[in-house]
């Protein structure tokens, strides 16, 4: 029986931890093989969020946020708040709250966005004016509810003035809305407080297919997803989710043409047995022959 022996990594994935200061290079290339950040099943690594997995938890978004920041010169930290991972950027001389995650922030009387320390200050001063809603999250539901779901309008001005509110208080997503807003800020805990949330940079794809070879790229799936390779997370819930449909349904809005937040594909073989070709491509071959 022959054999062929091809070199490993034709497909390869690099990426490497370094200090958190040196913020090394960003390489914007497709998916490939799969890899997570310190052993955990979040990835911290923005390139590969966006080209690999497409989907993650609140600590992927802020580790995001103050990778692609630092990369362009800007100052960005974390910060762990009530059941939330947030983040934020600097500029201006000033710290500015970027929630990537459940998309939105808010901006002060002059238009200015504010700090993680602003929005803890204001809905601490609500509380204190509305005592009995601070850490009850069925009457702050209640309130966002009242008057046709307009009832959250009466919240904290600073929170109410965000732009990505629907109508009802929600997020984009509509998983969080004005009442979680409400307990995430609300300093239990021992929150809010400065975390680093870390993050891997260099990640780089180099995908070259040898003669024969075929890599086919679907914006469907076929039930297939990353956390399975290595077997280091179970199925995210978005693996059947629809674009433009339930927590999906703000993606439409923002250019998603795909079906689903998931894609896969193959990658097929034919060994160009009947040329020179495969002699640029195999480690070794012993025993081969082409016939016909």
Partial sequence: MGKVVYPRGHVTARKGVGDLQDEGHVFASGPATVGVFAGSACVHDPIKSFN???YGMCCCASSNVEALARQVGLQSRGWAINAHSVSEVGWDDAWHLLDSSLINYFPKADGQLASVEEIEAAVSEWYDK???FKGDSGKLDQFQRENGWSGWRRGPALITRSPFYSD???W???THGWSSTMLEYDGRGGTPFIYEYGYSQGYEVNIQLRPGE????????NGLHVNGVGKDGAAPSCLKGNVG???LAYSREHGDLTQSRIGSGTLEYEPPLADDSMR????RFENLIAVG
């Fill in 52 to 54: 690999v997995y497409g």
């Fill in 130 to 132: 509305n005592p009995g």
């Fill in 168 to 170: 009802g208080g929600w």
């Fill in 172 to 174: 984009p997503a509509k």
């Fill in 214 to 221: 075929q890599l086919t790229r679907n914006w469907f799936h």
């Fill in 245 to 247: 449909e339930g927590f």
């Fill in 280 to 283: 640029r491509t195999a480690l």
